[in-house]
């Protein structure tokens, strides 16, 4: 049997699209070099635009890879777990916050961390960072449609309406939580996320 193997190439680009999360996580994306990047991957450094047109180019294939891996963990927790569809979406709430709760100063959250940077300095890097913050909403919609469905919470509203409220609210939890160093807006998103699902709160 023959093995197939990645191409090299692809497994450099992964690489250095891996490498570059973790940098740009703490420090943002205009504030982070090409040979910064390079080097912390053991990339050489004449090797980056046989892999990338221009630096937006690579922030949009950045973010793109991001968002794979995000979607790919989302089809995990939403759809291979067999526990019932709220369980599911309360699981990913929780993971969530403490995710972020685990060091309030660092930033676990592509999404959080260039919205408010890139979105004035590329079309193509808006554009991407809205295709998968959608995709992100259609996913847990249809956790939250499927638990309407199987009457684990009651709603008055549609479920993608629900559902992007609180991706919205999470998300600026998300950014008051690097402001004030505190998981307190995380705490308060939970609680409100309950209330909105009809849920106790056993806070």
């Keep these: 049997m023959t093995q197939t193997n990645k191409p090299r190439s692809t497994d450099t680009r992964h690489q250095i699209l891996s490498t570059a999360q973790q940098i740009i996580l703490g420090k943002g994306f205009a504030a982070v070099g090409l040979n910064e990047i390079l080097k912390a991957a053991n990339v050489p450094k004449g090797s980056f635009y046989h ?5 937006e180019h690579f922030g949009t294939a950045l973010l793109e890879h991001y968002f794979e891996q995000y979607i790919a963990g989302l089809d995990t927790q939403l759809k291979a777990d067999k526990r019932p569809a709220v369980e599911r979406l309360i699981a ?7 995710n972020q709760c685990n060091d309030t100063s660092m930033d676990r959250c592509l999404v959080v961390k260039l919205s408010g940077e890139v ?3 590329s079309e193509s890097m808006r554009l991407t960072l809205k ?7 259609e996913h847990l919609a249809m956790c939250v449609q499927a638990a309407k469905d199987n009457d684990e919470i009651k709603l008055t509203a549609d479920a993608q309406t629900v559902t992007e409220e609180l991706y919205y609210l999470w998300i600026g939890a998300t950014l008051m939580t690097k402001v004030n160093h505190t998981p307190a ?6 609680s409100a996320t309950l209330s909105k699902l009809g849920l106790p709160n056993h806070n």
Excluded: H, N, P, R
């Design 131 to 137: 295709k998968g913050t959608q995709q992100v909403i």
């Design 119 to 121: 979105t004035d300095l």
């Design 92 to 98: 990913y709430f929780e993971q969530w916050k403490s």
């Design 185 to 190: 807006a995380l705490e308060l998103a939970m």
């Design 51 to 55: 892999y990338f047109e221009s630096k």
